[in-house]
């Protein structure tokens, strides 16, 4: 099993679960949270456009999806064509257990 994670720099959130929905993908976590890229974010213009603001840290999405190896290239393929801007990580996923079902493994996603 692998852990697919995705920040997103622009809310690309709906395509993306679209995608990940017609391909049989149904459990996806989306938090919004903050962070910093490397690129600094828009500029801010506070009190009538005379003070100018560069926040430290920006909106983003971040989303994550436990699929099985053999999606991986497929889910990643979805992604890439429903996102704009954003980075994505791949982890091994060493131990899954549902705990209403006892369920181990993929049986859990």
Not at 48 to 70: A, C, H, M
């Amino acid at each position: 099993m692998l852990k697919i994670e995705v920040i997103l720099g622009e809310n690309d959130v709906m395509a993306i679960s679209e995608g990940l929905k017609a391909v049989g993908i149904g459990g996806l976590t989306v938090s919004k949270v903050r962070g910093r890229g490397k690129k600094p974010g828009p500029e801010i213009h506070a009190s009538k456009g005379s003070e100018i603001f560069v926040p430290q840290f920006n909106d983003k999405y971040r989303l994550e999806v436990i699929i099985s190896d053999t999606k991986e290239d497929e889910v990643v393929s979805i992604i890439k064509e429903n996102a704009r801007v954003g980075k994505i990580f791949i982890s091994q996923i060493l131990r899954a257990i549902d705990i209403s079902t006892d369920a181990e493994g993929e049986k859990t996603i």
